[in-house]
């Protein structure tokens, strides 16, 4: 949402018509989270913070009532954890969380440790849209793996009402079903296919898993980042027991690729 940044409201003007949006949607409180992208998004925490704080700004100027936060949406590097470390990466309103962006076409190598050494510095990676990866038929038992290991997983709310097709709209549906997901998010780009609305989606996602877990992907779990509540103090989705363990262990896995690669 932030104008004139990376690839998303090309102007102030957008950027305010958005955060309208937002609010006539329901939505109180907004991560304002760019790429960072090396080679292509070259932003640090300093020009977000900066950024945002301009953009709030005139969100009181239009006496727009939105809550801005600021985060990043990271691709996967060697150096993250030592950028998350000295402050030029920036986490989710400056909590443990961090989104964590896979590429979209090339499954990475070292996927499953490049998670387990953001848990290990004591962050809480939240990996963006696996659903709309073009790599997840091949890939699905990793980011159940990464799940176990700690990982938060975040699907689009457009994925799950079709604005990204069929596949994207399968995939959300299948890891809401399977208890994975923790999040639904806007992941807002512009003021149509990708505005930011998430009541169609919770909506959607109410149909599959109830209105109280509905409630917990899109105002309990994000407001506990929000606030840097403890991981082990925030509700779990399905696949978790009472307890915080995983359910989905190495018998049920194979059961659940042997469907997957059977339907």
């Avoid at 000295?86 to 090339?106: A, C, K, R, V, W």
């Avoid at 510095?121 to 793996?145: C, D, M, Q």
Wanted: aromatic letters at 8%; one cysteine or more; proline letters at 6%.
């Amino acid at each position: 949402m932030l104008p004139n940044f990376d690839d998303g409201a090309e102007n102030l003007e957008t950027a305010l018509q958005m955060a309208r949006i937002a609010v006539d949607d329901g939505i109180t409180h907004l991560a304002c989270t760019p790429h960072i992208y090396p080679g292509l998004f070259n932003y640090d925490t300093q020009q977000i913070e900066s950024a945002t704080n301009a953009f709030r700004h005139e969100l009181e100027k239009a006496q727009i009532p939105l809550k801005l936060g600021m985060g990043a949406d990271i691709q996967l590097v060697s150096e993250m954890v030592q950028r998350l470390n000295d402050g030029s990466m920036p986490t989710i309103n400056q909590s443990s969380y961090l989104l964590f962006e896979p590429p979209h076409h090339i499954a990475p190598s070292g996927f499953e440790e490049a998670v387990f050494n953001v848990i290990a510095a004591g962050y809480v990676p939240v990996i963006t849209h696996p659903e709309r990866l073009s790599w997840i038929e091949t890939h699905y038992e990793e980011f159940i793996k990464v799940t176990e290991l700690g990982a938060w997983m975040q699907i689009t709310a457009g994925s799950l009402t079709g604005n990204f097709g069929s596949r994207p709209q399968h995939w959300a549906e299948k890891m809401l079903n399977d208890g994975i997901v923790h999040l639904l998010a806007t992941d807002a780009h512009n003021l149509t296919r990708r505005a930011p609305i998430l009541s169609a989606g919770k909506a959607s996602a109410a149909k599959l898993v109830g209105q109280q877990e509905a409630d917990e992907l899109v105002n309990a779990r994000p407001m506990a980042i929000w606030n840097n509540t403890p991981v082990n103090q925030v509700s779990r989705p399905p696949a978790f027991d009472n307890d915080g363990e995983f359910k989905l262990k190495n018998k049920s896995r194979r059961s659940l690729l042997s469907r997957l690669f059977t339907n």
